[in-house]
């Protein structure tokens, strides 16, 4: 994962343009929303399983919109958010985790209600 790319991508489609936030910052807000109510691990296999459908659904709308080059873009932000999460897990939970800590000033399990 790239940490100079940028938060937000601007998308040109038929339906003028929109700005989207980049899978891996969707990737943190999902984590971030289900370690308000479950332990990092859970969180991040939940979030990941929400990433993978947000995938399918804008991979759904690029195709629609006949945008070859953002599928593109898109499956392979994916597939190096997938990587990084098969090969070091624990990695990347713990930067979410410190992340996390940072933004609610708690850390650790403290942070499940």
Same mark, same amino acid.
């Given at each position: 994962?790239?940490?100079q ?5 601007? +998308?040109?489609?038929? !339906? ?6 980049? &899978? $891996?910052?969707? =990737? ?13 691990d ?16 804008r991979?759904?709308? +690029?195709?629609?919109? !006949? ?6 873009? &898109? $499956?392979?932000? =994916? ?16 930067r ?5 800590g ?7 399990d403290?942070?499940?209600?």
């Amino acid at each position: 994962m790239h940490s100079q790319r940028a938060v937000w991508r601007t +998308l040109k489609g038929r !339906g003028g343009i929109r700005i989207e936030t980049t &899978l $891996i910052e969707s =990737f943190k807000h999902y984590y971030f929303e289900y370690r308000k109510v479950a332990d990092a691990d859970a969180s991040f296999e939940d979030a990941l399983s929400a990433l993978t459908f947000a995938v399918v659904e804008r991979t759904g709308r +690029l195709a629609e919109e !006949g945008d070859l080059d953002g599928i593109r873009n &898109l $499956i392979r932000e =994916f597939s190096e958010i997938r990587l990084s999460a098969q090969g070091s897990n624990d990695s990347v939970k713990e930067r979410f985790e410190r992340e996390l800590g940072e933004r609610t000033g708690l850390a650790g399990d403290s942070i499940v209600h």
